[in-house]
């Protein structure tokens, strides 16, 4: 789409200004100065719309893995929504319940007996964590600019430039020309804004509106979530900063410079630990004041806002850090450096990152449209070039979100607008979690999985207590949530938290990242979590009462209800498919390291007795042992937990277990295409393992328009969740490169609308990047990269190939 100038520069251009009053001259240069932009934005890389945000799911997110800002592009008052990725509740706690070891054969042996609502009852009495919930992540709060003589704007441009990583607002009132432009620095560790007046001048007052708790979308507008517009745009649009919470102090910092500090919220008795602070620095070439409530900047004509934030927290166990000592240092270093250098150092990290992959999957006229405009015709339109930004969007929020030396991306990734947030927006790893991390390594960002391999490191520490206070067992246990402080014991009830299987599924993840990298450092690193996590199920599992073999007990199939009125079960499918891996993923890792050979020897047995998947009556892939699929109370539900063997796994798979797979699919047909926003993003990447590509791209369609996308592109489950940005976009990956069995899969599942396209930079297991063109929906051109002298096994359709690497680490075929 062509670029409208005005008035002799572009929205692709940035203005530099005049010298900061008080401020280090080197941020500032003495006159304007214009930065063209080389080329034309890409549709797959710029989101962008013609009114600023009315609601946070419209808003645009920017963040450098630890700090993170949603802006609203408003006109009359900017609001930048803040958060800072250790801003949890509580403090370091002890959720395990001793009483739970005695409960445990009474809660097995009902089951045994098929007293389904007894051992339930139980369970919920004498094996759940104290307290039962979790702690929730926070907000940081909230910078509202109010501007005065604000007018109604003209030609009014609001943008995300995924390459850059860099939110832009430009907007003309009569002769005035604005601009704003929003990064979160990683280099630096700070957010900066700088606004830009041509013509005119700058001036608004900057206060600050602490954390609070926000109604959810469901609570505001119901069940369906918000809606895609709320209202007509309100260019005015004013918000209250209200009264500051009793313990937030707002202080001045030095010249032109904000300190806000304040604390956590206690939750469910667990008392709040941490402190946080935030420091703001503006500089610029106006008049600059202190006032009761921020800041007040008049006659400027360009200013530069610095954000730093950081909390007193340094592990899970240790909350004695010094947050305002930590941003006042991040935050003088980066005034002494100029915007430019802000920016280029800001630009070039991303692009690391970001710039290691291209995807084309056609274009239309659709493409030229804003984004919230796509989306809405996203479900009946065609528009390729809208999936292939769905992926560079996703690989953005995960860089945004997930940078090494920070926290896991959680529910909601970074960013939350609530001290009450929906589900906590903690860590859920019955699906949610590991989901987040399905695209990394194919899409190139691996470097984003160094949180995750911490966090379950911090995990199998506290999980090694629960398991021994809660179980009797060797080894780590971890159950279907933890959070900042990395329990561990079951929560939230047992319907839902007594599932033992979410550490192992998470080492799975790690071991799944190992076989994209084959980094043995990291393999050695991996191994004792993969051990602890094996112990644990070697101490519990028990033999079915009917001699099908090894199973869990107690356990359910993820959040779902059995025909019983419970869901507490014995050895549901998923949990045999997740400990099948995990043992596999032991033996793999402890004899390529040439570790503990006689233990390994029991794990090997213990896995050839699992209990095998079975097919049910209906045909369809069971997903408990007993044949209850036809009677469940919700045979729609939006976990597909029993087709974790299909996907992420490869246990059931095309090529060696075509009788499973096809009972897989009559499972996945009576549950449905569409669900919530991360279920319907898992049956695209089930459909796509199954090598459906046109059913794949059928429901890809329903993720991708308004019932579960919001219009800043954000998954709605409804309300908000992240993960199902990222399996969507794992999806679609999925569509055009596999890795499983051995072997490379290119284009095993691509659907007839994406007839010619191209994707380089995409990852495969074994260390492997590809590229690959096809036309006509056939192969055209494929490259490898990786291991020299390596052989890769290649399917492409029914031809099989061996490629061989070279010296210099490289093959390329061509088909005519």
């Known amino acids: 789409m062509a670029e409208k100038t005005f008035k002799g520069f572009n929205r692709r251009q940035t203005l530099a200004g005049g010298l900061a009053a008080g401020a280090a001259p080197t941020l500032l240069g003495a006159k304007p100065v214009l930065r063209p932009q080389a ?24 963040g450098n893995g630890r700090l993170g800002a949603m802006v609203f592009g408003r006109v009359a008052q900017e609001r930048i929504q803040l958060n800072e990725d250790t801003l949890w509740a509580g403090s370091p706690y002890d959720p395990d319940n001793p009483e739970a070891l005695a409960a445990l054969p009474q809660v097995r042996a009902l089951l045994a007996e098929g007293k389904y609502k007894e051992a339930t009852d139980l369970a919920s009495a004498r094996m759940m964590a104290r307290p039962i919930t979790q702690m929730p992540y926070g907000t940081l709060g909230d910078l509202l600019l109010t501007f005065a003589n604000a007018a109604q704007p003209e030609d009014y441009r609001r943008e995300l430039d995924l390459a850059c990583a860099i939110a832009t607002t430009d907007y003309g009132t009569g002769a005035l020309r604005y601009r704003r432009e929003v990064f979160a620095s990683a280099p630096d ?24 708790a926000m109604r959810t979308p469901r609570e505001q507008f119901g069940e369906g979530g918000a809606p895609q517009s709320v209202k007509p745009t309100d260019w005015m649009l004013r918000e ?107 630009v070039a990290d991303h692009g690391a990152l970001f710039g290691g992959l291209r995807i084309d999957l056609g274009t239309s006229a659709a493409s030229t449209l804003p984004t919230d405009q796509r989306i809405a015709g996203g479900e009946g339109g065609e528009d390729p070039s809208l999936a292939a930004l769905y992926v560079q969007y996703g690989r953005y929020l995960l860089i945004s ?17 609530s001290t009450r947030p929906p589900w906590d927006s903690k860590y859920t790893i019955n699906i949610n979690t590991e989901m987040n991390y399905w695209p990394a390594d194919p899409a190139g960002i691996g470097l984003c999985i160094e949180p995750v391999v911490r966090m379950v490191e911090e995990l199998a520490i506290n999980g090694a207590k629960t398991a021994r206070v809660m179980y009797g067992a060797g080894g780590w246990v971890a159950h279907h949530n933890t959070d900042l402080w990395r329990a561990s014991a079951p929560v939230d009830g047992p319907l839902w938290g007594l599932w033992p299987c979410g550490g192992a599924w998470m080492c799975n993840t790690l071991m799944r990242h190992w076989d994209y990298m084959r980094d043995e450092a990291l393999l050695a ?40 009125g419970s869901s507490l079960c014995v050895g549901p499918a998923m949990d045999r498919q997740i400990i099948r891996d995990l043992f596999a993923n032991t033996l793999l890792a402890g004899e390529r390291l040439k570790r503990d050979a006689d233990w390994l020897e029991k794990v090997r047995q213990a896995r050839a007795h699992l209990a095998p998947d079975r097919i049910g009556a209906q045909g369809q892939l069971q997903e408990w042992l007993e044949d209850w699929d036809a009677i469940a109370p919700d045979p729609h539900h939006r976990h597909v937990s029993h087709l974790y063997a299909v996907y992420p796994s490869g246990q059931i798979n095309l090529r060696d277990t075509p009788e499973l797979l096809e009972a897989a699919k009559v499972s996945l047909r009576q549950r449905g295409d569409l669900s919530t926003g991360w279920a319907t993003a898992w049956r695209v990447c089930l459909w796509a393992r199954m090598g459906e590509g046109d059913h794949a791209h059928a429901v890809l369609k329903g993720l991708l328009g308004p019932r579960r996308t919001y219009p800043n592109m954000f998954d709605a489950h409804p309300p908000f969740q992240i993960d199902g940005n990222f399996g969507g976009t794992a999806g679609i990956l999925e569509m055009l490169v596999q890795g499983w069995g051995d072997e490379l899969h290119i284009l095993p599942a691509l659907p007839s609308a994406w007839g010619d396209g191209s994707i380089t930079g995409a990852r495969a297991p074994g260390a492997l990047k590809v590229d690959l063109a096809w036309r006509g929906g056939k192969p055209h051109k494929l490259t490898l990269r990786g291991p020299a002298g390596s052989t890769v096994k290649v399917r492409a359709g029914t031809e099989r190939f061996e490629a061989v690497l070279s010296a210099a680490g490289r093959f390329t075929r061509r088909w005519s």
């Open 401 to 417: 979100s997930s940078r090494q030396g920070g926290q896991a991306a959680n529910l909601q990734g970074l960013w939350n607008e």
């Open 39 to 62: 080329t034309a934005p890409r549709h797959e890389e710029h989101l962008w719309y013609r009114q600023p945000a009315a609601v946070w799911t419209e808003a645009l997110p920017v």
């Open 240 to 346: 209250d900063p209200g009264p500051f919470a009793p313990d937030v102090v707002i202080a001045k910092d030095g010249a032109g410079a904000l300190l806000i500090t304040g604390r956590n919220d206690t939750v469910a008795g667990i008392p709040a630990g941490l402190h946080y602070a935030l420091r703001l620095r503006a500089m610029g070439d106006g008049t600059i004041t202190h006032t009761a409530t921020g800041m007040s900047i008049r006659g400027a004509r360009t200013v530069t806002l610095l954000m730093t934030a950081a909390t007193s927290y340094v592990n899970f166990r240790d909350t004695s850090g010094d947050p305002v000592a930590k941003v006042r240092q991040l935050g003088e270093a980066a005034e002494r450096k100029s915007w430019d250098e802000l920016r280029r150092a800001h």
């Open 525 to 564: 690193r991996l191994y004792p979590l993969l051990k602890g996590a094996s112990q644990f199920f070697l101490d519990t599992l028990i033999e079915d009462p009917k001699g099908r073999g090894l199973v869990t007990s107690p356990s359910l199939s993820p959040e779902n209800e059995h025909p019983f």
């Open 189 to 212: 560790q700070v957010i900066v804004m700088r606004l830009e007046a041509k013509g005119g001048t700058l001036d608004f007052d900057i206060a600050y509106r602490g954390p609070r």
